[in-house]
């Protein structure tokens, strides 16, 4: 049976951004929706931490080749990293402003960022035959070449949405109905 995992950003949680209205959307098609609540914070937020977080759902069979993965922000790479150093098969993964090495957003963003970045990106295409990427050309946070490159690295489809900021609730995301047909 399909399921599906939402995954928040940094200094984020579960209940941001458009998070909660796509969990409710998912779960009323009948659907099994987790959105699993990081830790954040300097300190807590890194890769060690939300890996340990997210192998007990793989450990308990939920996450497999039925699985689409819905990711915002730096969420993106730390998913392609933790699959392809759990070697994790899934259906689908669908990113939102993802991009890796990217430094510059400011101290705390890169201090917590930095663990989830990965040198062998292209290698999550073995773990997901089915990768789309989300971006836009004016995110305040993002460079839109580092989103750009992110997508190219990994993408099987890009979506550009024009002057869409962090595709966040800061740029008018509350919901995000655009993700729906991807799902």
């Given at each position: 049976m399909e399921n599906y995992f939402i995954i928040h950003g940094s200094f984020s949680s579960p209940y941001s951004n458009w998070i909660g209205w796509l969990h409710d959307?998912?779960?009323t098609e009948g659907k099994q929706?987790?959105?699993p609540n990081f830790p954040v914070g300097v300190g807590y937020q890194n890769y060690e931490n939300w890996s340990r977080l997210l192998k007990n759902y793989l450990d308990i069979g939920l996450i497999g080749?039925?699985?689409i993965i819905i990711a915002h922000s730096i969420a993106p790479v730390f998913i392609s990293k933790f699959l392809?150093?759990?070697?994790v098969k899934i259906k689908k993964l669908i990113s939102v402003c993802g991009f890796n090495n990217y430094f510059g957003i400011n101290e705390e963003y890169d201090t917590v960022n930095k663990s989830m970045y990965t040198d062998n990106l292209e290698e999550v295409r073995k773990y997901v035959s089915e990768i789309v990427c989300f971006y836009s050309n004016n995110d305040p946070y993002v460079k839109y070449e580092a989103e750009k490159e992110f997508a190219n690295t990994i993408s099987t489809e890009q979506i550009l949405i024009p002057d869409a900021g962090h595709i966040n609730s800061e740029s008018g995301f509350d919901t995000f109905e655009d993700i729906v047909s991807y799902l």
């Open positions: 959307f998912i779960q929706v987790y959105v080749e039925n699985t392809i150093e759990n070697k």
